[in-house]
Nanobody
């Protein structure tokens, strides 16, 4: 198991930016795909972005493509989500997740075996 702790959420006006961080501990971070998911009030948890263990590939939901950027620093066991041009519909709890298997690739919730506690992002209009 890996422990994940998100930070960086908060309240921002539409058009603004936030950077989320997720610090990992407990296993070899660099072997696992990392992802960000989000859950808006009354809705299911949705995929937002993912990055492979070597950072050679990134994946984004259509709703965030061109505005969000996922990155990772394996030396710091940390994954980031840079969110620009935020919209009110980006309001959600954002969760960091670690892949279920080493070197695995996936963008579905079932592909991830460890989850953080979430950080709230609120975008005001």
């Amino acid at each position: 198991q890996v422990q994940l702790v998100e930070s960086g959420g908060g309240l921002v006006q539409a058009g603004g930016s936030l950077r989320l961080s997720c610090a990992a501990s407990g296993r070899t971070f660099s072997l696992y795909t990392m992802g960000w998911f989000r859950q808006a009030p009354g809705k299911e948890r949705d995929f937002a972005a993912a990055i492979t263990w070597s950072s050679d590939k990134t994946y984004y939901a259509d709703s965030v493509k061109g505005r969000f950027t996922i990155s990772r620093d394996n030396a710091k066991n940390t994954v980031y989500l840079q969110m620009n041009s935020l919209k009110p519909e980006d309001t959600a709890v954002y969760y960091c997740a670690a892949g279920r298997h080493p070197w695995g690739i996936g963008i579905h919730g079932a592909d991830f075996g460890s989850w953080g506690q979430g950080t709230q992002v609120t975008v005001s209009s």
